[in-house]
């Protein structure tokens, strides 16, 4: 998920995104350990969106950023 895209979003949408996200990391995590996962950066780059949604959310929180109407 790219930032712009992350930072058109509301919080609620990207509450759900955050936990669909989370979701997935863990299959992708389970996957990983119990067999060969076919392509282990998937974990990685799953890791950085959801990092990236943390941030958004936080920068709102702590008003450091608004949500930006585009």
């Known amino acids: 998920m790219k930032i712009e895209e992350i930072r058109s979003k509301t919080d ?10 989370k ?3 863990f299959g992708l995590r389970l996957k990983a350990s119990t067999e060969a996962l076919a392509n282990s950066a998937q ?6 969106g959801i990092a ?10 702590t008003e450091i950023r608004g949500q930006e109407s585009r």
Request: net charge neutral; no cysteine; glycine share 0%.
């Open 23 to 25: 979701k997935e990391l």
């Open 43 to 48: 974990i990685r780059v799953l890791r950085r």
């Open 52 to 61: 990236r949604v943390n941030t958004v959310l936080h920068e709102r929180a």
């Open 12 to 21: 609620d949408e990207l509450d759900f995104d955050l936990k669909e996200m």
